[in-house]
């Protein structure tokens, strides 16, 4: 029987987080949501839980977002698009 590989996500105190020595990262919107990209490390989807940043997978985010009444999402896109770019990653 095969299993499934279990992914692990990474959680950050606010201080790691949003040090720019970390990487760079980026709010979408006004939303609890950021990018972050870690040195050597792809872009990850955190979520911001007040004491803690917690990385949760893409799939969560795209779910999440598309149930936020007000959640403008083309323009997030364009911001997670750009963010892509400025950091030579692609989407």
Do not use: H
């Not at 590989?5 to 790691?16: F, N, P, Q």
């Not at 709010?27 to 940043?53: E, P």
């Amino acid at each position: 029987m095969n299993r499934k590989k279990r992914e692990s996500y990474l959680s950050m105190s606010k201080d790691t987080f949003l040090n720019e020595a970390t990487g760079p990262y980026l709010r979408l919107d006004s939303t609890a949501w950021y990018l972050k990209k870690f040195k050597n490390k792809k872009v990850g989807f955190f979520l911001n839980m007040s004491s803690k940043y917690q990385q949760m997978p893409n799939t969560c985010f795209e779910a999440t977002a598309a149930k936020i009444p007000d959640l403008n999402i083309p323009a997030v896109q364009e911001q997670i698009k750009k963010f892509m770019e400025k950091n030579n990653e692609s989407n």
